[in-house]
């Protein structure tokens, strides 16, 4: 199943991704859809563990804003 980890900035976003990196985790920085793209335009997309990742990234400065599951016909937010 795949998601995506949303940010309010550009900036959380590439935190995020220098955190994830250092860790190990499988992830890809991606311009984020258009229906998503409300404060930033890159998401990270995982397989997994989103509960994991974002608690991984809670007080980090990276910081996800939202997290979405890709469905047949869009993005679902959980």
Do not use: N, W
Request: glycine share 6%; hydrophobic share 45%.
């Amino acid at each position: 199943m795949d998601y995506l980890l949303s940010f309010h900035s550009t900036h959380k976003a590439l935190k995020a991704e220098s955190i994830l990196k250092a860790q190990g985790v499988e992830f890809r920085l991606l311009p984020a859809p258009k229906e998503i793209a409300a404060y930033c335009a890159l998401v990270i997309s995982i397989k997994d563990r989103p509960d994991t990742l974002v608690e991984l990234l809670k007080g980090s400065g990276g910081e996800a804003a939202a997290v979405f599951k890709k469905e047949k016909d869009g993005y679902v937010k959980v």
